[in-house]
């Protein structure tokens, strides 16, 4: 990706929407959710506080991530879409 984002934002890959429902049940693709998880492709350099203190983005790249339903901005980049959203509206970072 050719992509650097800036200030405290984070570019994030979507997962897959589900094709079953738990039950096995196949999901028409106009009925599908949009992922709500995805994984970190790149990371902006962070934003400064109110006393010019760098506060760095708690994720790095790699890390699977949790966001909100409605948070980011979805664009295409190098054929790829991909949703860029500030850290803080990031829920989580899964862990193993």
């Given amino acids: 990706m050719n992509l650097k984002p800036l200030g405290d934002r984070v570019i994030i890959k979507r997962d897959e929407a589900e ?14 959710e949009k992922p709500q998880s995805g994984i970190v492709l790149a ?3 962070g934003k400064l506080d109110k006393d010019g203190n760098p506060v760095p983005v708690p994720v790095k790249v ?12 979805e ?21 193993d």
Wanted: aromatic share 10%; charged share 25%.
């Fill in 19 to 32: 094709e079953t429902t738990a039950s096995g049940l196949y999901i028409a693709s106009a009925a599908k």
């Fill in 43 to 45: 990371v902006g350099e």
């Fill in 75 to 95: 664009v295409t980049v190098d054929d790829e879409e991909v949703v860029i959203l500030r850290s803080e509206d990031l829920y989580g970072v899964y862990t």
């Fill in 62 to 73: 790699g890390d699977r991530v949790l966001y909100g339903k409605f948070g980011g901005t």
